[in-house]
């Protein structure tokens, strides 16, 4: 657990007019771009099959009004099954003023803490610093499976407006991966674009835009009946020494 500060930069910010305030009364804060890329890596490491799951997650919110200050502080749970590195953040004001996070803002919660997420075992917490309305929060992340049979089903859903979030999935030829993708109950058919990478990679790359938020009410279904899903299983694979 960990921050990096030798990673390459963020994406170039261009702060869009669209989404605002006017557009999301009921919001707060509007996820611009989401971008994780699953990654299936070999290493001898990694038990019980030398094969680990590596999921870089970044997040690219703009903060609509005041409310949406609070989505500067950031959680991120922590289970039996993974681990987190590689951790950084910054916000961008509308005027182009860039404030980066330090290590020293990241924070473990133990499970009895009140601020912990809900089912975790135990919560990263970090602020990022010198959020504003107007202006962009950035964060990201690796999370890593030792296992990667234990990859869990991505939601692209989520609390807040999203105007894009890509899921892309990195494989070596020598790997195959079955892949469902729906809506609540319903299977639904989805094509992924794939590109070629070199080096024996394959990409697949799911893409969805313009997600409505999806808001907590009471005896309202839990949101993996609202929001899109993607759930993946390894069919076959053969190692590097066959």
């Not at 006017?22 to 989401?34: Q, S």
């Not at 993974?82 to 020293?104: L, N, P």
């Not at 990195?170 to 590109?195: A, C, N, V, W």
Request: charged share 25%; aromatic share 10%; hydrophobic share 40%.
């Amino acid at each position: 657990l960990h921050a990096c500060a030798g990673r390459t930069p963020f994406p170039v910010v261009v702060i869009p007019q669209s989404p605002n305030a006017h557009e999301w009364p009921d919001a707060g804060a509007a996820i611009l771009d989401e971008v994780a890329v699953l990654t299936y890596e070999w290493d001898d490491d990694a038990k019980p099959f030398g094969l680990r799951a590596v999921v870089e997650h970044w997040r690219r919110l703009k903060i609509l009004r005041e409310s949406g200050l609070s989505e500067s502080r950031i959680r991120l749970p922590l289970d039996e099954f993974s681990r987190i590195e590689d951790i950084e953040a910054q916000s961008v004001s509308a005027s182009g003023d860039v404030a980066r996070m330090s290590s020293g803002a990241i924070r473990l919660l133990g499970e009895e803490h009140p601020e912990r997420l809900a089912g975790a075992k135990d919560t990263i917490v970090f602020d990022v610093p010198q959020a504003s309305v107007g202006g962009i929060v950035d964060y990201r992340y690796r999370r890593v499976f030792e296992n990667p049979l234990w990859v869990p089903v991505w939601r692209f859903g989520a609390d807040k407006p999203i105007l894009r979030s890509e899921l892309s999935v990195i494989t070596p030829k020598s790997l195959r991966f079955d892949y469902r993708y729906g809506q609540g109950k319903h299977i639904k058919e989805k094509i992924p674009l794939r590109q070629e990478l070199g080096d024996g990679l394959l990409k697949s790359i799911f893409v969805e835009t313009n997600l409505a938020p999806i808001f907590a009410e009471p005896f309202m279904p839990d949101s993996t009946h609202l929001s899109p899903w993607l759930a993946f299983a390894l069919r076959r694979f053969v190692t590097p020494d066959g």
